[in-house]
C-alpha cells in the first residue's frame, strides 16, 4: 500500500522568500502524486499534480513540483512566497490500481511580514 | 457557482444519536468521497463512490455507512455517534472513478463534535 510523509509539521518563512515544502512517498511502482493547499476554515484546493512525463511541473499560484523517484520525493517549492499562501498544506500520493488517494499529515506554513 | 455543498457546517450530538451529513454536488462528476480530518493525522478516507449505485470502503470505514442513490448525493451516516468520532467531514469529488487520476474537488468541511 501507499504511504505519504510530510517531515515537516510546521515551516516559517518571511515574506520574498522562497520556499521548499517536503513530501516523501512510499510505493512500489510510479505513483500519482499531488499537492492541495488549505486555507483555514476552507476545503482542500489543488496545487498541482504529477502522473507521468516531465518530472518538473507547474501549478497555481507560483507553485511547482520536482519527482525525483531516486529519492522517492515530490517537494512542493516556489521561489518567493507571499503573506497569502499562509495555509497548511498536504501532499498526497495514489496508486496506478487502487481507487485511494492517501494524504500525508500536513504542513502548516507561516508568513512573517 | 456551487460546487460542492455540505450541511450541516457545523453540529454538536450526544453521544448514540444519529447523524446523517449531507453532501450534494451540481458538477455532474461520478466519483464521490468521504474524509475525515483531524489534528495531526491529515486527512483519512471514510468511504467513496466511483458511480451511483455503488459504494466502497476507505481507510476508516467503521461507524460509518453511505449511500449513492443518484449522482448528486452522498450522504453520510454515523449510526450511533461516539466521541472518536469528533472530527472535521469533508465530502469530495472527481470526473473520474479513480481519484488518483483526478482532481479532487473538495466541500468546505462540516465540523461534528460528539459529547
Known amino acids: 500500500a501507499q504511504s505519504v510523509t510530510q517531515p515537516d509539521i510546521h515551516i516559517t518563512v518571511s515574506e520574498g522568500a522562497s520556499l521548499e515544502l517536503r513530501c516523501n512517498y512510499s510505493?512500489?511502482?510510479?505513483?500519482?502524486l499531488f499537492w492541495y493547499v488549505q486555507s483555514p476554515g476552507q476545503g482542500l484546493q489543488l496545487l498541482l499534480k504529477?502522473?507521468?512525463?516531465?518530472?518538473l511541473v507547474q501549478g497555481i499560484k507560483g507553485f511547482e513540483a520536482e519527482f525525483k523517484r531516486s529519492q522517492s520525493s515530490f517537494n512542493l517549492r516556489k521561489p518567493s512566497v507571499h503573506w497569502s499562501d499562509a495555509a497548511e498544506y498536504f501532499c498526497?500520493?495514489?496508486?496506478?490500481?487502487?481507487?485511494?488517494?492517501?494524504f500525508g499529515k500536513g504542513t502548516r506554513l507561516h508568513i512573517l511580514p | 457557482i456551487a460546487g460542492i455543498t455540505q450541511a450541516p457546517t457545523s453540529q454538536i450530538l450526544a453521544a448514540g444519536r444519529r447523524m446523517t451529513l449531507r453532501c450534494t454536488q451540481d458538477?455532474?462528476?461520478?466519483?464521490m468521497y468521504w474524509y475525515r480530518q483531524d489534528l495531526g493525522l491529515g486527512l483519512r478516507l471514510i468511504h467513496y463512490?466511483?458511480?451511483?449505485?455503488?459504494?466502497g470502503k476507505g481507510e476508516v470505514p467503521d461507524g460509518y455507512s453511505v449511500s449513492r442513490a443518484n449522482t448528486d448525493d452522498f450522504p453520510l451516516t454515523l449510526a450511533s455517534a461516539v466521541p472518536s468520532q469528533t472530527s472535521v467531514y469533508f465530502c469530495?469529488?472527481?470526473?473520474?472513478?479513480?481519484?488518483?487520476?483526478?482532481?479532487?474537488?473538495f466541500g468546505e468541511g462540516s465540523r461534528l463534535t460528539v459529547l
Open positions: 469530495a469529488s472527481s470526473y473520474s472513478g479513480k481519484p488518483n487520476t483526478g482532481e479532487l474537488f
Open positions: 510505493y512500489g511502482a510510479t505513483p500519482y
Open positions: 504529477y502522473f507521468s512525463g516531465d518530472t
Open positions: 458538477m455532474r462528476h461520478n466519483a
Open positions: 498526497a500520493v495514489g496508486a496506478r490500481e487502487d481507487d485511494k488517494i492517501i
Open positions: 463512490s466511483n458511480t451511483a449505485g455503488t459504494t
